[in-house]
Structures are given as C-alpha cells and as structure tokens.
C-alpha cells in the first residue's frame, strides 16, 4: 500500500511539472532559462516526465515497468538537481534530490510488492 500512495504522488508531482514545462508556463520558462535549459530541452524534460508518470502508473499492472519508470524518474530527477549546481543554485537542488530519494525508494518497494 505505502508503495502505491508513495509511486502516486510522485507520479502527480512528475505530471504536473512535466505539463508545467510542456505548456510553457512562464515561471517554469524563466526558472529554467536561468538554469541554461534550452526550449527544446524544456519540452524534451517535460515528455520525460510525464512518460515516467505514466509508467510508474502502469507499473501497478506490470510491475516492471513501475520498477523502471521509478529508477528513470529518480535519475532524471538527479540530473534536475545537477542542473542546479552547474548553475550555481544551491537553494534549487533540494526538491531535485528529494524527488531523486523518493522515486528510488518507490522503486524499491514496488520491486517487493
């Protein structure tokens, strides 16, 4: 149970800030403009997301592909915060390695679900 609600809000938390970056919400535009993320990369970062999203989803069928998309998303979500300290934004790489942690143990516990 504590795997689904943990892969869940990490699932919701991917989708909306894939959306944020597909939509080109402006706050999500100049955050990442001044991390030195290109506009294609944006929209690249955000089909990542939600494609993990979806695939932490569907793991609850097919429990590896949960696993995957779980170790995928942990990885991406390290990556974020390493964009963070190239741009020298040491505040910004708390939710990044947050996400990263999370993610890894979801994928933990839905590998022994």
Not at 2 to 21: D, E, M, Q, R
Not at 23 to 28: L, P, R, S, W
Not at 52 to 79: D, Q, T
Request: aromatic share 2%; hydrophobic share 60%; net charge positive.
């Amino acid at each position: 149970m504590i795997a689904i609600i943990l892969s869940a809000l990490i699932a919701l938390v991917a989708t909306g800030s894939g959306i944020g970056k597909l939509t080109k919400n402006q706050k999500v535009v100049t955050q990442l403009s001044g991390l030195g993320v290109s506009p294609q990369l944006m929209q690249i970062a955000g089909i990542l997301e939600v494609l993990g999203a979806a695939g932490i989803v569907l793991g609850w069928i097919v429990k590896p592909l949960g696993v995957l998309a779980a170790v995928c998303l942990g990885a991406y979500f390290a990556c974020a915060a390493g964009a963070h300290v190239k741009a020298k934004d040491m505040l910004g790489i708390g939710p990044g390695v947050v996400l990263c942690v999370l993610s890894l143990v979801a994928a933990a516990l839905l590998a022994t679900r």
